[in-house]
């Protein structure tokens, strides 16, 4: 079980360690600032990282097939990374252009780009020269942009972007902030992203994806300790496949039995929407949760019955429009027999009175979907805080703005808003998207994979199930609510990914990544 007072735990390995730590471009200066005043030389450590960046490139674009690489320079030490990468890949017999649109350089980037120019290698003020070049390398601004890219630079960036040659950005795609990841009036549409020394938080925002392309570390040793110095309780953490199987497969001992592997009620569907229940069911199947329950319309029943043999389906009372009106459950049974509850999909604003019920028990509930859209109506902070339970929120960005109209608007930053939003409620808030986060009232995990094939009607159906059925189980196992969120989260996100692998971005339907779920254990 990983340890959520700090990302770093001793017991992992350094890469482990690595990969979950998210800086600002503070924090990353912070970090920097103690490295150089230990006395590791600036000129060195350019040096040690572009001998990295250099040898990546050599590998993703050999020179036989990419004989010509055009470097973009820029005035700070990004620009000094990418002129020793030219100089590098010059040596390796590459045949290099520079772009450099600046007359002021820093220090050591100036210096650099003296010496590059003494090899004779060609370095000009625009973009054109460098047209037929097979790859481009971006090195025009790091952590240090705090600006919008203004002209030529701006027009250079636009230029690159309608070529169709990949591009290799260091560090961070020019032109992305590096903390919201919003784009400053344009940036570079990169094909690879090598994040220098630790994750930037930008590049696990959604608003960057479409710039980033691939993201990968380049790890150049930072030490441990200087990490931890600067993030002395370190809030936000992306989620690794260890952190995430740290939790999973839920252990059962050999003579458990159904009840002690949770008792999950699901409270879904209406006439309206059938699917919805369906696939919310589904999701909890494959969570392996002991006992499943299932309230339904009464009218619905029957087609429960028939996806979900195992589960217990509840048919309850329905008004004239195909909602639940009422929770009946089967006598001698009230919420307390459940180990958690999950609430919402399919379920439509007309079942509001179950909603109140649900806010009432003792139990962890999971609200997703028009669980959300009621609990906004009913008013999300002020009914939140009378739960006497956990609750944990899962809406998209469109389902957030209603929950939370007053905080920070997810499509600016997503991360700020889903911290807000958890601090201002006490719920457990998960954030959907491309790269869903996580937060409570102390802490962020950021899901750092996924696939564009899980955005799909339904595929939000599975998670609520899945958690749901994950959450029963914890919560008899004393699983902390927030890792078991995450680990679900990360689940439901590999399901996609084996998913489409097999089938496709276009074959991921919802039903289909339900079948997909176990694979993920299977293979991790
Ligand atoms: N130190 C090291 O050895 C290591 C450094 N590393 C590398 O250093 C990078 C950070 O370097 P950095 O701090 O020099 O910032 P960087 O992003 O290159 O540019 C800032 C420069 O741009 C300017 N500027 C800003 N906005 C602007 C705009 N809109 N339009 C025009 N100009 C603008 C700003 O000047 P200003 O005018 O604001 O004074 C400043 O001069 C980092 O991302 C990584 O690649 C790592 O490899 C680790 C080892
Ligand atoms: N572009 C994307 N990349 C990765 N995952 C995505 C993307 N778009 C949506 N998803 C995921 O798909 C699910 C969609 O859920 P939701 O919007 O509730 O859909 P529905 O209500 O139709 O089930 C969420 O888990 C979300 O994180
Ligand atoms: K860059």
């Not at 050999?62 to 990468?85: E, K, Q, T």
Request: aromatic share 6%.
């Amino acid at each position: 079980m990983f340890n959520l007072e700090s990302p770093l735990p001793n017991t992992t390995t350094r890469h482990e360690q690595i990969s979950r730590v998210v800086v600002t471009a503070q924090q990353m200066r912070d970090i920097e600032a103690r490295i150089f005043a230990g006395g590791m030389p600036v000129a060195a450590l350019m040096e040690k990282v572009a001998g990295l960046i250099a040898r990546r490139i050599i590998e993703l674009y050999p020179r036989s097939h990419f004989p010509c690489i055009g470097i973009l320079v820029g005035p700070g030490h990004n620009g000094g990374d990418a002129l020793v990468v030219a100089r590098e890949l010059h040596f390796q017999g590459y045949d290099i252009v520079v772009c450099c649109p600046f007359s002021k350089l820093k220090d050591l980037t100036a210096q650099n780009a003296q010496y590059v120019k003494s090899l004779g290698i060609p370095v000009y003020e625009a973009l054109e020269p460098l047209a037929k070049c097979a790859v481009f390398v971006d090195g025009l601004f790091g952590f240090g942009l705090e600006r919008s890219l203004a002209s030529p630079v701006d027009r250079i960036v636009d230029q690159l972007n309608e070529w169709s040659q990949p591009v290799v950005s260091i560090d961070l795609p020019s032109g992305i902030h590096t903390d919201t990841g919003e784009v400053l009036e344009t940036a570079v549409q990169a094909t690879q992203t090598f994040c220098l020394g630790l994750w930037k938080i930008g590049l696990l925002q959604d608003q960057a994806l479409d710039y980033v392309g691939q993201a990968e570390l380049i790890d150049f040793d930072i030490p441990i300790a200087d990490i931890q110095a600067v993030l002395e309780s370190p809030k936000i953490q992306r989620i690794t496949p260890q952190s995430a199987i740290a939790t999973l497969p839920l252990k059962r001992s050999p003579v458990t039995h159904k009840y002690k592997q949770g008792h999950l009620l699901l409270i879904c569907g209406s006439r309206r929407y059938t699917g919805g229940a369906i696939l919310t069911g589904l999701g909890a199947r494959a969570s392996g949760v002991g006992m499943l329950s299932i309230a339904v319309p009464e009218s619905i029943k029957p087609l429960l019955s028939a996806q979900l043999p195992e589960a217990l389906i509840v048919g309850c009372p329905e008004t004239a429009s195909g909602a639940i009106a009422q929770l009946q459950l089967p006598e001698k049974t009230d919420l307390r027999s459940f180990d958690a509850i999950a609430c919402g999909p399919g379920l439509t604003v007309d079942a509001k009175p179950i909603l109140q019920e649900v806010m009432n028990s003792d139990r962890p509930l999971i609200l997703d979907a028009d669980g959300l859209n009621i609990l906004a109506q009913m008013g999300t902070i002020p009914t939140l805080q009378r739960r006497q339970a956990p609750t944990v929120l899962t809406p998209h960005a469109g389902e957030f703005k209603r929950l939370f109209p007053d905080t920070v608007d997810p499509t600016s930053d997503r991360i700020a808003a889903v911290r807000a939003a958890a601090a201002q409620s006490g719920a457990v808030v998960l954030l959907k998207g491309a790269r869903t986060a996580i937060a409570d009232i102390d802490y962020v995990w950021i899901n750092p994979e996924s696939t564009p094939a899980l955005a799909r009607g339904g595929s939000g159906d599975v998670l609520t199930g899945l958690l749901g059925g994950l959450i029963a189980q914890a919560t008899t196992k004393h699983i902390p609510l927030l890792e078991i969120v995450a680990s679900a989260a990360w689940w439901h996100s590999q399901a996609g990914i084996l998913a489409a692998r097999d089938r496709t971005e276009m074959g991921v339907d919802a039903f289909t990544l339900t079948q997909y779920l176990i694979s993920v254990m299977r293979s991790n």
